[in-house]
């Protein structure tokens, strides 16, 4: 890695809807790529984005705002499109909140402005980003089979509700993800300064590129193993060993579970919760104190008195998410030391992960990337509850770019080495069991 930036999510309020801030991430885009000119010789350019965002475009321009998934739907228009929604069993999208379903978006906006059914593009968000740089549109497969309502895994075709809505004609030609869609246009040469030769790739969902970075290395591979891509969702997407292993039909939907598809079209069962939301909201803002090096001795040193004093947080402080979505989140005997706080939080942060890789059936090796790898009470607390597994961590920042970039080459060697995660030497069965009859309790209360 030469150079890394980052901006500052922001939303737009249209008066409709919030949106997301296509304009202000499009003028970001162009300043750091005319510093990246200065920098090197750019050849290839990857987009890569979340998945609950699309792009519709009339012409050369966009037709809407792009909402932000988080943007709440009407209640009555919402049972509307629940009514309209495939079977979990055909498309393997539950039914999230928000705008995190990608059709009820579609739904929503259509409702609006009946006209945006004609002559228009839909454009999944990484997607709309190399359009903008290349003009050439297309959809692709990470992007739109990820909880949009959009695809069906097991025909690798459009589902049934696309094609119904209209949608599956108006989205882009199907491209893969690494496929080459054109060259920077003259306006974004003239933007960056970059060479006229620079090519834009098609890109593709940010969970999937960490997921190919995962590949990359020998312990992953081609094994049975699950990725733990941790920020602020924590997304564990399963590589199971053959078809056989894989049993779709017992995901549930009820729990977040769902079914990604790679880069190359395979069925990857998935789970999420809003970890890292939570965890800010538990201990506030600055989420580092969970993970920072400094930090990580005051942390572990903290546990005993936490699993002593019996102190835990129940799920769930992202109501609707996570494998506990109708649970209301509370403290049990709150620690007054900031360290054992945080310690226990990282062990609910542990127990939550737990629980949604037992509902996905991980099996062998598990490899836990991205900024919270580095919570060692996290990490080491999750080899404790899970002996059968091979628990390893991924300590570079650059997961989802050298995901990316294993599009180009994917013989490409990763930077640094992964590290076997050694498990806490104490037993958290019996924390694990309370935790989990509290959690049980508060859910038949509610």
């Known amino acids: 890695m030469i150079e890394r930036r980052v901006?500052?999510?922001?939303?737009?309020?249209?008066?409709?809807?919030a949106a997301l801030d296509v304009a202000g991430i499009e003028a970001w885009v162009a300043?750091?790529?005319?510093?990246?000119?200065k920098l090197?010789?750019?050849g290839a350019i990857i987009p890569v984005g979340h998945g609950a965002a699309a792009a519709i475009i009339r012409g050369n321009r966009l037709a809407c705002p792009p909402v932000d998934y988080e943007e709440a739907m009407p209640a009555d228009l919402r049972a509307h499109y629940d009514a309209e929604r495939d079977a979990?069993?055909?498309?393997?999208?539950?039914?999230?909140?928000?705008?995190?379903?990608?059709?009820?978006?579609?739904?929503?906006?259509?409702?609006?402005?009946?006209?945006?059914?004609?002559g228009t593009q839909i454009?999944?968000?990484?997607?709309?980003?190399s359009w903008l740089l290349s003009g050439v549109a297309a959809s692709e497969v990470?992007?739109?089979g990820c909880h949009t309502d959009l695809w069906n895994p097991l025909t690798g075709k459009a589902s049934a509700l696309a094609e119904r809505r209209g949608w599956a004609a108006r989205l882009a030609p199907l491209r893969g993800a690494g496929e080459v869609l054109g060259t920077l246009t003259p306006a974004w040469v003239q933007r960056t300064g970059l060479p006229a030769d620079t090519e834009v790739h098609c890109g593709l969902h940010d969970s999937n590129a960490a997921l190919l970075a995962a590949r990359g290395f020998a312990e992953i591979a081609d094994s049975e193993s699950t990725v733990l891509s941790t920020g602020t969702w924590f997304v564990a997407m399963r590589s199971p060993k053959d078809a056989v292993s894989m049993d779709t039909s017992r995901l549930d939907e009820a729990r977040d579970c769902l079914i990604n598809i790679d880069a190359f079209g395979k069925p990857i069962p998935s789970a999420r919760f809003m970890g890292g939301r939570e965890i800010e909201t538990l201990i506030g803002?600055?989420?580092?104190?969970?993970?920072?090096?400094?930090d990580q001795p005051a942390l572990l040193a903290a546990l005993p008195d936490v699993l002593a004093g019996g102190a835990m947080v129940l799920p769930t402080f992202a109501p609707g998410f996570g494998p506990f979505p109708l649970g209301h989140g509370r403290w049990i005997a709150e620690p007054a030391d900031d360290s054992a706080r945080r310690a226990a939080v990282s062990l609910y942060a542990a127990l939550v992960a737990d629980a949604s890789l037992s509902l996905i059936g991980t099996q062998d090796r598990l490899l836990i990337e991205g900024r919270f790898a580095e919570g060692q009470?996290?990490?080491?607390?999750?080899?404790?509850?899970?002996?059968?597994l091979r628990v390893y961590t991924g300590k570079a920042h650059n997961d989802v770019s050298y995901g990316a970039l294993r599009l180009l080459d994917a013989a490409l060697p990763p930077a640094e080495p992964l590290e076997r995660v050694v498990p806490l030497e104490v037993d958290l069965t019996p924390y694990r069991d309370r935790w989990r009859e509290e959690a049980r309790r508060m859910k038949d209360a509610a």
């Open 7 to 17: 901006r500052a999510n922001a939303r737009i309020e249209t008066g409709a809807y």
């Open 31 to 37: 300043g750091v790529l005319r510093d990246f000119a």
């Open 40 to 42: 090197a010789d750019v």
């Open 88 to 118: 979990f069993s055909q498309t393997g999208s539950p039914s999230l909140p928000g705008g995190l379903n990608l059709g009820a978006q579609l739904f929503r906006l259509e409702a609006l402005d009946p006209d945006l059914a004609n």
């Open 123 to 129: 454009l999944p968000w990484a997607q709309y980003w």
């Open 142 to 144: 990470t992007s739109l």
């Open 285 to 294: 803002l600055d989420t580092r104190r969970i993970d920072i090096a400094p």
């Open 377 to 388: 009470v996290f990490v080491r607390a999750l080899a404790a509850l899970r002996p059968d």
